[in-house]
């Protein structure tokens, strides 16, 4: 199955890894953490302010492709306290419109660089 593979230079990355792939008709984007796109660093501030930034890493991504967030089929989030879950949610919510993508949350012991959140979409092409 042939790919195309999407990166962009304002995404940092923390491995060997494609931003987002396409293979067909569907956009699976790598999982964001919160990521200063300026500075590569993890941005200060709690799981509010993680979560907008993981979205704003995704959408950039997205935007790449020629996809919106009206375009997003799947996500999955990975909390490291579950007791975030509400803050995430109600960031999560802003992000898309009705109807909701499908999506799963799952708790992780850890994530890279310290991050409390990471988040990952698959989107498709109408």
């Known amino acids: 199955m042939p790919r195309k593979a999407y990166n962009i230079n304002s995404a940092a990355t923390v491995g060997p890894y494609s ?26 501030g709690d799981i509010s302010a993680q979560t907008a930034q993981c979205f704003g890493n995704l959408f950039a991504v997205l935007a790449e492709t020629g996809l919106t967030a009206d375009d997003v089929v799947t996500c999955s989030v990975y909390l490291t306290d579950m007791k975030d879950f509400p803050a995430m949610n109600a960031v999560y919510e802003r992000q898309f419109s009705k109807p909701f993508p499908a999506r799963t949350t799952i708790g992780v012991a850890s994530l890279p660089l310290g991050a409390k959140v990471e988040i990952g979409l698959i989107a498709a092409r109408r």
């Open 19 to 44: 931003h987002a792939v396409e293979a067909n008709g569907f956009i699976h984007l790598s999982g964001q953490t919160p990521l200063d796109t300026t500075t590569g660093k993890l941005i200060e």
